[in-house]
């Protein structure tokens, strides 16, 4: 039984500098989600794919954030040009569709620094 | 505009010393209030779902109950290995998607 997988686990990375990572979801889910969360605080929301469409972004995701899901299994996140303040742990999250049950399974997460 | 506030935002128990979390949360149109626990370093891991007031879940020494304005999760009899941050989160209705969590309590259970 394989959960959500992400990689890499940790990135540091000098600010300016392009960062890319990769979130493979449950096998058989559809959905999938990628959330941001720093120290003390909990996820907090930034999009959501249905197969392979986009259906949902938050304002936190600025013009340079970028999230794919070109075949509808794995997704990536990109950030371009990062600053400190993108120091956060990234996470992804998969779920099924279900009427009735509505769980998302999160992945161990990307941790990025800044410097 | 949805919100989820947990309290206490820090809980120091003696090993067997029964207490509870809450969780309150002002939503348009709730679709469901999850539970999860994240361990230091970790990815949350799902908890419990509760989908409509009076509803109550329960896996080994925890227990989640839902009102139409909080929830609680009791835990009875901790043990150290139950030390972690219990994170609450709301699905809102109207079709969103994501999930609203709260802060999360930190719960340090003591031998």
């Known amino acids: 039984d394989t959960g959500v997988s992400q990689d890499p686990r940790h990135k540091i990375t000098k600010r300016g500098q392009n960062v890319t990572f990769r979130c493979d979801p449950i096998s058989e889910h559809n959905r999938l989600y990628w959330y941001r969360q720093t120290l003390g605080q909990g996820p907090e929301f930034l999009t959501y794919f249905q197969n392979e469409a986009q259906l949902e972004k938050s304002r936190l995701l600025s013009d340079r954030f970028s999230a794919e899901r070109p075949k509808g299994s794995f997704s990536t996140l990109e950030i371009q040009r990062t600053e400190q303040g993108d120091s956060a742990m990234y996470l992804c999250?998969?779920?099924?569709?279900?009427?009735?049950?509505?769980?998302?399974?999160f992945g161990p997460g990307t941790r990025l620094t800044v410097t | 505009e949805d919100q989820v506030t947990q309290s206490p935002e820090a809980l120091r128990l003696q090993e067997g010393e029964s207490s509870s979390l809450n969780c309150s949360y002002t939503?348009?149109?709730?679709?469901?209030l999850f539970w999860y626990r994240q361990d230091p370093g970790k990815g949350p891991e799902f908890l419990f779902t509760?989908?409509?007031a009076g509803e109550e879940k329960e896996k080994e020494r925890l227990k989640a109950t839902l009102t139409k304005k909080e929830s609680f999760l009791h835990i009875t009899a901790p043990k150290p290995e139950d030390s972690a941050t219990y994170l609450c989160a709301v699905r809102p209705g109207g079709g969103a998607q994501k999930l609203v969590f709260g802060q999360g309590t930190r719960l340090t259970i003591n031998p």
């Open positions: 509760l989908y409509s």
């Open positions: 999250a998969s779920s099924n569709w279900d009427r009735v049950k509505y769980e998302q399974y």
């Open positions: 939503v348009s149109g709730l679709r469901g």
